[in-house]
């Protein structure tokens, strides 16, 4: 069983900049690929960040510039730095993680609010 937490939203003026973490935990965790969606209300969840476990990154356009994704390897966590936050960033963010043996699982979600 593999766990994903979250932590790190809130409340933010644009402008402002907030850090996601996700942990992951369980057993046989050989994580390949790890990343960050998001969900607006009334629109579909969209690929933010991704990070493979090659060190390859890349972002959706809209956060490029803004964002930054890490993970740290030895601790199973990842992160996504978010700097100069707009509102149309205000969504739920999920954490996400793809195993070798292609298993994928999801945070619960944390929520990012940003005010104008």
């Known amino acids: 069983q593999v766990q994903l937490v979250e932590s790190g939203g809130g409340l933010v003026q644009a402008g402002g900049s907030l850090r996601l973490s996700c942990a992951a935990s369980g057993s046989r965790l050989s994580i390949n690929d790890m990343g960050w969606y998001r969900q607006a209300p009334g629109k579909q969840r969209e690929w933010v960040a991704g990070i493979r476990s090659s060190s390859i990154i890349d972002y959706v356009s809209s956060v490029k510039g803004r964002f930054t994704i890490s993970r740290d390897n030895a601790k199973n966590m990842v992160y996504l730095q978010m700097n100069s936050l707009k509102p149309e960033d205000t969504a739920v963010y999920y954490c996400?993680?793809?195993?070798?043996?292609?298993?994928?699982?999801w945070g619960q979600g944390t929520q990012v609010t940003v005010s104008s």
């Open positions: 996400n993680l793809v195993l070798y043996r292609g298993e994928v699982y």
